[in-house]
């Protein structure tokens, strides 16, 4: 299975982008899914997740301006980011738990797509 992030870009303060995590390979059931990402200089941290069952968690810093949805087998998912701010710059990832077969699956992680946000 690989994982394709997209829709990233450059942006001014305030803008917004819309983030699609695309799959491809033997996917029985998508698990959990998320964003994560990773600026110049600091660890990876997360960002957002959605459980199978449509929990929802997401970073304190992030509440009220991002939105994670769930989408398919071929499309994972995606992360509607509003209100961006030059410190939501980073690359970020998606990830997501994919079973392959009812007993076998493993965790995958997109490639990334870089956000700037410009103040």
């Known amino acids: 299975v690989q994982l394709q992030a997209s829709g990233g870009g450059s942006v001014q303060a305030g803008g917004s982008l819309r983030l699609s995590c695309a799959a491809s390979g033997v996917i029985y059931s998508v698990e959990n899914f998320g964003w994560y990402r990773q600026a110049p200089g600091k660890q990876r941290e997360l960002v957002a997740t959605i459980t199978r069952s449509g929990t929802i968690n997401y970073a304190d810093f992030v509440k009220d301006r991002f939105a994670i949805n769930r989408g398919n087998a071929k499309n994972l998912g995606y992360l509607q980011m509003n209100s961006l701010k030059s410190e939501d710059t980073a690359i970020y990832y998606c990830?997501?738990?994919?079973?392959?077969?009812?007993?076998?699956?493993?965790?995958?992680w997109g490639q990334g797509t870089q956000v700037t946000v410009s103040s």
């Open positions: 990830r997501a738990y994919i079973q392959h077969s009812k007993y076998d699956g493993g965790d995958y």
